[in-house]
């Protein structure tokens, strides 16, 4: 995604790359960034407040365990955060609002707008179908990918069960196998491939009696999440602090 970005911003003359930040561990460190304009004097550095010295927005997509102590960092550089990482436990999350407290931040499991899109259609849908139409969430992913089901898949999830009027907690399941007889009523399932170089591909289907409903997204490639991106970096530009989602980035609504 970091090198996605970097191809992203030229074909955006308004931003320009600042800093570059990666694990202490990377072969990169102290090199130029791959891509990045010519003349550029931006090197990769393990060093997050020092790459935000001269920073307007940041956007994270680097490891689960790592944002808390970028957002952090933000926060203490007064920098504006889009957090585009998954896999989230609940003490990070914790950190993330705290720091939200003191700088504008947006948490987007996924920054395509095409998906966010289609996780509004999914929440009408389940709004507008009564709990005759089972719901199940299918989604595939590169053999690489570290945590299942994906974020989006689970930000799905979430805005269908609230249009149901509950909680993913209470209505999801993640595996089934052997004698699971039959199908909770109102339960929302989740399917996972992990395969190849699947970039993202996500299905909610809808299924009554006689009829179904699919809405799919597919990426072809990594571009649509790192234009997106950008579009929530320009959203942030000087935004009050507080927790935001990519909803509040697109203008969309809840169904009401």
């Known amino acids: 995604m970091g090198r996605s970005l970097v191809q ?7 931003w320009r790359l600042a800093g570059a930040v990666a694990s202490s561990a990377s072969a990169a460190l102290g090199l130029p960034v791959p891509g990045d304009a010519v003349g550029s004097t931006v090197r990769v550095t393990a060093d997050a407040r020092a790459a935000l010295r001269e920073a307007t927005v940041a956007i994270d997509f680097s490891l689960p365990q790592a944002v808390a102590s970028h957002a952090e ?15 989230l436990d609940g003490d990070s999350v914790r950190r993330l609002e705290a720091c939200a407290e003191r700088i504008a931040v947006v948490l987007a499991p996924n920054t395509s707008v ?16 009564d709990a005759s139409f089972d719901i ?9 990918k570290r945590d299942a089901p994906s974020g989006t898949a ?18 999801g399941i993640y595996a089934r196998e052997g ?21 993202g591909e996500h299905t909610v289907l809808f299924a009554g009696e006689g009829e179904r409903i699919e809405i799919t997204h597919r990426a072809g490639d990594r571009m649509g999440f790192a234009r997106g991106a950008l579009r929530a970096a320009q959203w942030l530009a000087g935004r009050a602090p507080g ?8 203008g969309l609504t809840p169904p009401a």
């Not at 689970?154 to 209505?171: I, K």
């Open 243 to 250: 927790l935001y989602r990519m909803r509040d980035v697109l």
């Open 114 to 129: 095409g998906v966010n899109v289609m996780i509004d259609l999914a929440a009408r849908a389940a709004r507008a179908l």
């Open 154 to 171: 689970l930000a799905l999830g979430a805005a269908v069960a609230e249009a149901r009027g509950t909680s993913l907690e209470a209505a």
């Open 8 to 14: 992203a911003l030229a074909e955006a003359p308004q």
């Open 179 to 199: 004698a699971t007889g039959p199908r909770p009523a109102g339960a929302i399932g989740f399917s996972v491939v992990r395969a190849g170089d699947i970039v």
């Open 136 to 144: 199940e969430i299918h989604e595939a992913h590169h053999r690489m």
């Open 73 to 87: 960092a933000c926060a203490d550089a007064g920098v504006p955060l889009l957090v585009g990482a998954t896999g």
